[in-house]
């Protein structure tokens, strides 16, 4: 079946450190990645998305890259904020297997002024 | 901007007792969601909705659970008996189209029962 998987956390960075939060997927069908961002207390929102292989999605100044040969979705910032820190879910809508959005388990971040 | 909007954000409730969460998804979506997300853990699907009919459940979906669609706006899950361990985050989302494409969501119900 289709599924999500994201390195645990939490992640803990310095202000204006590099980010990247690695993530994989296993699909039938050619899905659709995002990451979404729960900052406390609040929903779940879209960060970004890729509906192709070598789809860039970008938001924020942060990307990921639509890796289809490595099934892979990493989210990347080159300098993290304070106000970066929440929690992030990569996720996919495949065309198989039902629609619905499944996500990954969600990773922790930290940014340390 | 459309947004889905959930009410109430907060509901707490006896064990035993019926809730009732309410939903308005955005206005031209055709498929409509629930999701939980139990306290720092994972999102979890519990169900879709299309043209007035379940498409698709979960596991976590028993008999204890139904969605409806009362009128053109609002969606609505509801437990039928609630559990102490039905407490949880829970988020209603909507969609345009349904293969590949993103849902909305909207900012949750935390559920406690007590």
């Known amino acids: 079946g289709n599924s999500v998987t994201q390195m645990e956390g939490p992640v803990t960075l310095s202000e204006e450190a590099f980010l990247t939060i690695n993530c994989t997927y296993t699909?039938?069908?050619?899905?659709?990645l995002f990451w979404y961002v729960q900052y406390p207390g609040e929903g779940l929102q879209l960060l970004l998305k890729?509906?192709?292989?070598?789809d860039k999605g970008s938001n924020k100044g942060f990307e990921a890259t639509y890796r289809k040969e490595t099934t892979s979705f990493h989210l990347e910032k080159g300098s993290v904020q304070v106000s970066d820190s929440a929690v992030y879910f990569c996720?996919?809508?495949?065309?198989?297997?039902?629609?619905?959005?499944?996500f990954g388990a969600g990773t922790r971040l930290f940014v340390k002024a | 901007e459309p947004e889905v909007t959930q009410t109430p954000s907060h509901q707490v409730t006896q064990m035993g007792q019926e809730v009732i969460l309410r939903c308005v998804p955005i206005?031209?979506?055709?498929?409509f969601y629930w999701y939980r997300q139990i306290l720092g853990q994972k999102v979890e699907f519990l169900v879709s909705?299309?043209?007035?009919?379940?498409?698709?459940k979960s596991e976590i979906f028993d008999d204890q659970f139904s969605v409806e669609r009362p009128d053109g706006s609002n969606f609505t899950l509801k437990i039928r008996s609630t559990k102490l361990e039905d407490s949880a985050m829970y988020f209603c989302?909507?969609?345009?189209?349904?293969?590949?494409?993103?849902?909305?969501f909207g900012q949750g119900t935390r559920l406690t029962v007590v």
């Open positions: 909705f299309y043209n007035n009919e379940i498409s698709e």
């Open positions: 989302a909507s969609s345009l189209q349904a293969e590949r494409t993103e849902a909305f």
């Open positions: 206005s031209n979506h055709l498929y």
């Open positions: 890729a509906t192709k292989a070598d």
């Open positions: 996720a996919l809508s495949a065309g198989t297997g039902g629609f619905k959005t499944i």
């Open positions: 699909a039938t069908g050619y899905p659709s």
